[in-house]
């Protein structure tokens, strides 16, 4: 008898957890992306960057722009070749929103540039 209600605990213990998928109660989680399309979305926010520039945006709004390619060129995961690439790209983005925070939009836009041409550079290794 006491095997016999051991094994129904279990047997209704496992049921229970087999019921729930994780997948169905999970929260929404991260979007995620082929590496060229993140590497095309990291050259429209470029893109973006200097064009408010050369409209005269203010110093916070053009550091948040790169700051948003930034964050997606974290997310280009392809090979240890692009990485090492990548982590180039995005040494120049963090320049350049240090350089927009302090005023310095030439510099900014300089480093833009860098970044874009490293960017361009990782489609060929895809």
């Known amino acids: 008898m006491k095997i016999l209600k051991s094994a129904v605990i279990a047997f209704s213990l496992a049921a229970a957890m087999g019921s729930f998928s994780t997948a169905a109660v999970a929260e929404a989680g991260r979007t995620s992306y082929k590496p060229l399309d993140n ?35 974290e997310e280009i995961n392809a090979n240890d070749k692009v990485a090492r690439d990548n982590s180039k790209v995005r040494q120049h983005l963090k320049a350049a929103i240090s350089s927009a925070k302090a005023a310095n939009l030439q510099e900014s836009k300089e480093h833009l540039a860098k970044a874009r041409a490293g960017t361009e550079a990782l489609k060929k290794l895809l």
């Open 39 to 73: 590497i095309n979305m990291v050259l429209e926010r470029i893109t973006t960057a200097e064009t408010a520039i050369n409209n005269g945006a203010e110093d916070a709004e053009v550091a948040a722009l790169i700051k948003k390619a930034a964050d997606i060129s």
